[in-house]
Structures are given as structure tokens and as C-alpha cells.
Antibody
Framework: EVQLVESGGGLVQPGGSLRLSCAAS????????MSWVRQAPGKELEWVAN????????YYVDSVKGRFTISRDNAKNSLYLQMNSLRAEDTAVYYC????????????WGQGTLVTVSS | QSVLTQPPSASGTPGQRVTISCSGS????????VYWYQHLPGTAPKLLIY???QRPSGVPDRFSGSKSGTSASLAISGLRSEDEADYYC???????????FGGGTKLTVL
């Protein structure tokens, strides 16, 4: 059974940093692209970033470029999202998701972790 | 405003058939596969349709997807109360080099 478990969310002040983690199990993590997707309160789903299985390709939504960094450790079956210079508009539930890469889509999602940016 | 356009709401009575549309452009739906998700607040989104019209195992055949040009649609037949949820379409966008989602459609079963 595919399982994705996010952690690391919490309350952070504007301008602060936070690192999200996603622990994957039930599939061969190193053979899949992985994504982060977020949902702000009362808003639609918004794709944030994804990363190729070997880390050689990464894509980001424009609003987080230069502030967020996606990374992975295939030996630990883990995906990360380093979030710097956080803004109020980054407040959202962040989902880790298994991805098939550009041209294709996402199949499995985690339960999400809440990030709140507020003073 | 979302790159993919969905109606904000849809409704139907039990047993009815409802359709949710998703409109895009040549850089997303027109040139890439469309995916559909069902989302209940506070839970993990669930994949309903992949590659325009394919159902993952475990998804009832009441759910079906189609695509024509730069638009796609999700049809739900034999509507049930447990179908009440938010539905999202998604596709890769070649111009943005990123994945885009529709604004979501809240389905109400009357």
C-alpha cells in the first residue's frame, strides 16, 4: 500500500523558514517523480513543485521560485520542501504526492501538513 | 484565476448523471493528458481519472472522463450521496513548465 506521510508544518512568522518532509513507503520511491501541492484555506489546489527520480530535473510554480527548494533522499525514501522568505499567502495545507512527471500526472497523495505564516 | 476553468458548483439528485467541464488551452489540455481528482476537505485527494479517460482500479465505472481539443469533462452517473465532494481537473502546461489545476467544482447531491 502506497503511503505518504508529511511532517514539519507549523506556525512561522513572515520572512521565516520551514522545512517540510515526506516519508514514502509501499513503492519503489527512487523510480518515481515526486511533487508538492498546496491548498490555501478556502482555495483551490495549487501545484508547487516536482522533482525527477534522480533529482536531475526540478520544476516550480512561479510564485515560489527562488524561495522554495524541493529535494529528495532516495536512500531514506524521503522528499523535502525547504521554504524560505515565507509570506502570508504561503499559508496552506501542503501535500506530498507521487508524480509521473511532465506530460502526465499525480496518482497518490499524503494527508497533508498545515503551514501557517503569521505574526 | 486558475489556468483551467471549471464551474464552481454542480448539483444533482441521487441516481442522476452530472457532468463537470474543464476548459484549458493548447499548451495544457490541448497537448497533455488530463487528470481528475475527488477531494473531501481534510483528506487526501483521490485520483479518479488519469490519461483523459482511464480509471484506476477501485474507482467505480460510474465515473468517466473525456477530452476534446482544449476541453475535458468528468461524468458521474448514478449519483450517490457519497459523491458529494470537490472535483479538480489537472494537466501539465508546456508554456508554464508546470502543472495546473482547475479552480475546483463543488458537487452537491440534493
Amino acid at each position: 500500500e502506497v503511503q505518504l506521510v508529511e511532517s514539519g508544518g507549523g506556525l512561522v512568522q513572515p520572512g521565516g523558514s520551514l522545512r517540510l518532509s515526506c516519508a514514502a513507503s509501499g513503492f519503489t520511491f527512487s523510480t518515481y517523480w515526486m511533487s508538492w501541492v498546496r491548498q490555501a484555506p478556502g482555495k483551490e489546489l495549487e501545484w508547487v513543485a516536482n522533482m525527477k527520480k534522480d533529482g536531475s530535473e526540478k520544476y516550480y510554480v512561479d510564485s515560489v521560485k527562488g524561495r522554495f527548494t524541493i529535494s529528495r533522499d532516495n536512500a531514506k525514501n524521503s522528499l523535502y520542501l525547504q521554504m524560505n522568505s515565507l509570506r502570508a499567502e504561503d499559508t496552506a495545507v501542503y501535500y506530498c504526492a507521487r508524480d509521473y512527471g511532465p506530460k502526465l500526472g499525480i496518482d497518490y497523495w499524503g494527508q497533508g501538513t498545515l503551514v501557517t505564516v503569521s505574526s | 484565476q486558475s489556468v483551467l476553468t471549471q464551474p464552481p458548483s454542480a448539483s444533482g439528485t441521487p441516481g442522476q448523471r452530472v457532468t463537470i467541464s474543464c476548459s484549458g488551452s493548447s499548451s495544457n489540455i490541448g497537448s497533455n493528458y488530463v487528470y481528475w481528482y475527488q477531494h473531501l476537505p481534510g483528506t487526501a485527494p483521490k485520483l479518479l481519472i488519469y490519461s483523459n479517460n482511464q480509471r484506476p482500479s477501485g474507482v467505480p465505472d460510474r465515473f468517466s472522463g473525456s477530452k476534446s481539443g482544449t476541453s475535458a469533462s468528468l461524468a458521474i452517473s448514478g449519483l450517490r450521496s457519497e459523491d458529494e465532494a470537490d472535483y479538480y481537473c489537472a494537466a501539465w502546461d508546456d508554456s508554464l513548465s508546470g502543472r495546473v489545476f482547475g479552480g475546483g467544482t463543488k458537487l452537491t447531491v440534493l
